[in-house]
């Protein structure tokens, strides 16, 4: 089966760090870039970033830029998803989705998502 | 950078009838990089729609999308129970994605 898994959320005071994890399984990990997508509590979806299948390339929202860092291990199959200098708007629910571009770069595996919540 | 804008905010429908929604994009969008989404409370985001208007595995062929340029539409034909949600446009242009604010579609 198909899936990603996130871990790694929690609660977090203003100016910390966390790192986010998502497991893949079921599929060719480095055969496809990856993507972390926020929700923050009762609102839409916000791209965060996206990495590359090898991993050489990294995008990332002017809302994170120079604070969230994107990694993965092919290896592991495993995504990253380094946050630091956190604030109080980076509170949401954190999913990885798997990007294919042969389906004009649609997101088609989405992990059940992972929270990070602001402590203060 | 792109802006999505989706109408209506809110579509207020019964079980059996047929859902146009929309989405528009503040320039064009190049090669279709338009995607249609659905979640549903609780849940991940589900892709529908790539393309502008390929249905994604699994999909029921309920589900429909048209458009190009900056106009695109979702069509949900005859709305079934399990329909009810928030659904979602989103682009893809130069390595960065954009998703559209979301229409809820309710049980009226």
């Known amino acids: 089966e198909v899936q990603v898994l996130e871990s790694g959320g929690g609660l977090v005071q203003p100016g910390g760090s966390l790192r986010l994890s998502c497991a893949a399984s079921?599929?060719?990990?480095?055969?496809?870039?990856m993507s972390w997508v926020r929700q923050a509590p009762g609102k839409g979806l916000e791209w965060v970033s996206t990495?590359?299948?090898?991993?050489?390339?990294?995008y990332y929202a002017d809302s994170v830029k120079g604070r969230f860092t994107i990694s993965r291990d092919n290896s592991k199959n495993t995504l990253y998803l380094q946050m630091n200098s956190l604030r109080a708007e980076d509170t949401a629910v954190y999913y990885c989705?798997?990007?294919?571009?042969?389906?004009?770069?649609?997101?088609?595996?989405w992990g059940q998502g992972t929270t990070v919540s602001d402590s203060s | 950078e792109i802006v999505l804008t989706q109408s209506p905010g809110t579509l207020s429908l019964s079980p059996g009838e047929r859902a146009t929604l929309s989405c528009r994009a503040s320039?064009?969008?190049?090669?279709?990089?338009l995607a249609w989404y659905q979640q549903k409370p609780g849940q991940a985001p589900r892709l529908l729609i790539y393309?502008?208007?390929s249905r994604a595995t699994g999909i029921p062929d309920r589900f429909s999308g048209s458009g190009s340029g900056t106009d695109f539409t979702l069509t949900i034909s005859r709305l079934e129970p399990e329909d009810f949600a928030v659904y979602y446009c989103?682009?893809?242009?130069?390595?960065?994605?954009?998703f559209g604010p979301g229409t809820k579609v309710d049980i009226k």
């Open positions: 989103q682009h893809y242009d130069n390595s960065r994605f954009t």
């Open positions: 320039q064009s969008v190049g090669s279709n990089y």
């Open positions: 393309g502008a208007s």
């Open positions: 079921g599929f060719t990990f480095n055969n496809y870039g």
């Open positions: 990495i590359s299948g090898g991993g050489a390339n990294t």
């Open positions: 989705a798997k990007v294919v571009v042969r389906l004009a770069y649609g997101m088609d595996v």
